[in-house]
């Protein structure tokens, strides 16, 4: 890669950055500006267009970038499963520590979720439904393997990411004994859904 080339993915990355930075509990990504994102960036609002041809163009490459971080969590708690079993409290732990590490990022899917602009909408179901659809196929193989069968595994997927997501989103400003108050309550939650979901299993037989 050429040296030009790699300035130019610097200040790409520079941007994304600098309006994840500005995002926190009392501010939306709708609120932030073209001028103040490339201020804080270090470049001219002119060069901006260089690397993204509106605002919302770089919301979505982060809403993007959060649903790579999405499926890099559910990767490393896979590894972490394998060394250490259960399941349930290593996803919990693994995704608290996702919190901590991408939190604007988290926040920005969030609040974008269900926020006024249909692109992002979009974009953000579609991180979440194939986040949904890698934790089903999880769930499933599981249940094959401990021969524990689930009534409906996406349906499963799909109320613990709501729930997941939900318990997140009260977490991101709770202070420390708060957060270790939410994860249990969240394993907890969490236990519940799947017994219940095999308890649904076995009357079906």
Same mark, same amino acid.
């Given at each position: 890669m ?5 300035? #130019?993915l610097r200040t790409?990355?520079?941007?994304m950055d600098?309006?994840l930075a500005?995002?926190? *509990?009392d501010?939306?990504f709708?609120?932030?500006s073209?001028r ?5 960036a270090?470049? *001219?609002?002119? =060069?901006? $267009?260089?690397h993204? =041809?509106?605002?919302?163009e770089?919301g979505l490459a ?6 790579v971080?999405?499926r890099?969590l ?5 590894k972490?499963?394998a060394?250490?079993g =259960? ?6 732990d693994?995704f608290?520590? $996702?919190?901590g590490?991408n939190?604007n990022l988290?926040r920005?899917?969030?609040r974008?979720?269900?926020g006024?602009s #249909?692109?992002?909408r979009?974009?953000i179901?579609a991180?979440?439904?194939?986040f949904?659809?890698?934790?089903? *196929?999880?769930l ?6 401990e ?5 409906d595994s ?9 729930l ?5 989103a009260?977490a991101?400003?709770?202070?420390p004994?708060? #957060?270790?108050?939410?994860?249990? #309550?969240l394993k ?5 859904i799947l017994?219940?979901?095999r308890t649904?299993?076995?009357?079906k037989?």
């Amino acid at each position: 890669m050429s040296a030009r080339a790699e300035q #130019k993915l610097r200040t790409r990355r520079a941007l994304m950055d600098a309006a994840l930075a500005q995002l926190s *509990a009392d501010r939306g990504f709708g609120s932030l500006s073209l001028r103040e994102v490339a201020r804080e960036a270090g470049i *001219a609002p002119t =060069s901006f $267009y260089r690397h993204f =041809s509106e605002l919302d163009e770089l919301g979505l490459a982060l809403v993007d970038e959060g649903g790579v971080a999405l499926r890099q969590l559910m990767r490393q708690a896979r590894k972490r499963i394998a060394r250490n079993g =259960s399941a349930i409290s290593t996803s919990v732990d693994t995704f608290m520590e $996702y919190l901590g590490n991408n939190s604007n990022l988290f926040r920005l899917m969030l609040r974008e979720s269900t926020g006024v602009s #249909k692109p992002f909408r979009t974009a953000i179901k579609a991180e979440i439904d194939h986040f949904v659809t890698e934790l089903a *196929a999880d769930l499933a193989r599981i249940a094959d393997e401990e021969n524990r069968p689930l009534s409906d595994s996406k349906l499963v997927a799909d109320a613990m990411v709501t729930l997941v997501f939900n318990q997140g989103a009260e977490a991101l400003d709770a202070t420390p004994p708060e #957060k270790e108050a939410l994860k249990d #309550k969240l394993k907890t939650e969490l236990r519940m859904i799947l017994v219940g979901s095999r308890t649904i299993a076995r009357h079906k037989r």
